[in-house]
Nanobody
Framework: QVQLVESGGGLVQSGGSLRLACAAS????????IGWFRQAPGKEREGVSC????????YYARSVEGRFTISRDSATNTVYLQMNNLRPEDTAVYYC???????????????WGQGTQVTVSS
């Protein structure tokens, strides 16, 4: 069965760190662009980071660049999002998604995880 499962969310203080994990089953993440998206209450879904398909280049939203790092562990078929220096505005539900295209996009993503809540207190 094809599945993406996020984990690692939680409650942290401003300035703290979390590492989110996106574990894939039923397919290999190496054949997909893997993106992290987030959605806060009352706000549009926002692309956070992307690991491109094929050459595994990394991309980041301006709001998180320099603080977040996306990476992949091929041995465990897992993509991570290391989040450092978290801010209250990072509070959202975070989703990972896989797309067969080169780059990540919400409409082009075939598989989505269930989401994991990240809450950053001031």
């Amino acid at each position: 069965q094809v599945q993406l499962v996020e984990s690692g969310g939680g409650l942290v203080q401003s300035g703290g760190s979390l590492r989110l994990a996106c574990a894939a089953s039923g397919f290999t993440l190496l054949d997909y662009a893997i993106g992290w998206f987030r959605q806060a209450p009352g706000k549009e879904r926002e692309g956070v980071s992307c690991l491109s398909n094929g050459d595994s280049r990394t991309y980041y939203a301006r709001s998180v660049e320099g603080r977040f790092t996306i990476s992949r562990d091929s041995a465990t078929n897992t993509v991570y999002l290391q989040m450092n220096n978290l801010r209250p505005e990072d509070t959202a539900v975070y989703y990972c998604a896989a797309s067969p295209a080169y780059y990540c996009s919400p409409h082009g993503s075939t598989y989505w995880g269930q989401g994991t809540q990240v809450t950053v207190s001031s």
